[in-house]
Every structure is written in C-alpha cells, then in structure tokens.
C-alpha cells in the first residue's frame, strides 16, 4: 500500500504563498495521478489540481492563476506552489493518488489519500 504524507501548510496572510509537499512511499501505477483537495471546516471536500505523471494538468476555476501543481517523478513527490492566498482557501489539503482517474477532480476517483495538512489564511 502507498502512504502519502503531506507537508508546508502553515498561516499566512492573504496575498501571500506557501508550498505544500506530498511525498509518496513508493512509485507505482498507483500513484499516475497525484491531485491536492481542500476542505473547509463544514464544507464538502473540493479538487484543487491533478497531475499525471507525464505531466498533464487540470485545475479548478477558483486557483487558476493563482496556484502550480507540479510533480517530481524520480523523487515520487507532488507539489502545490500557492500564491495570492485568500482566506477562502484556507482549509486541510489532501494528496491523493489514483491509477485511473483521469485528469479529473472528482473525490471518489482516488482510493489513496494523506493525512491533510493545514492552511489557513487571514485577511
């Protein structure tokens, strides 16, 4: 089984940046979509951003522009640049990873999930 750890959330102002980490424990097909999803406290879980490991991308509306998933596919880690943080984004983001997915951001479509790590951004 692949374990996910998530790391770099933080408290921030709004307007400013912060990089989440999300280290795999292995490589395997497993993990050929790696995507980031945040949750605010009393709010359904959301799709951040997807990333195939041949590098393809999907984002949502609300973090076009403003954030970057990327992945590192030799060190099997998967990364989320923030910038322009407002406090809507504060919330827990989770990595999760699928073989099969597709660039899609729907939560049921990952069996692999982090533990979370916290975000939280103050206006």
């Known amino acids: 089984q692949v374990r996910l750890v998530e790391s770099g959330g933080g408290s921030v102002q709004a307007g400013g940046s912060l990089r989440l980490s999300c280290v795999a424990s292995?490589?395997?097909?497993?993990?050929?979509?790696m995507a980031w999803f945040r949750q605010a406290p009393g709010k359904e879980r959301e799709g951040v951003a997807v990333?195939?490991?041949?590098?393809?991308?999907t984002y949502a509306n609300s973090v076009v522009n403003r954030f970057i998933a990327s992945r590192d596919n030799a060190k099997n880690v998967l990364y989320l640049q923030m910038a322009i943080l407002k406090s809507d984004d504060t919330g827990t983001y989770y990595c999760?990873?699928?073989?099969?997915?597709?660039?899609?951001?729907?939560?049921?479509?990952?069996?692999?999930w982090g533990q979370g790590t916290q975000v939280t951004v103050s206006s």
């Open positions: 999760a990873a699928a073989s099969r997915s597709g660039l899609n951001l729907r939560s049921e479509m990952y069996p692999l």
């Open positions: 292995k490589d395997t097909d497993d993990t050929y979509y």
């Open positions: 990333v195939a490991k041949a590098g393809a991308t």
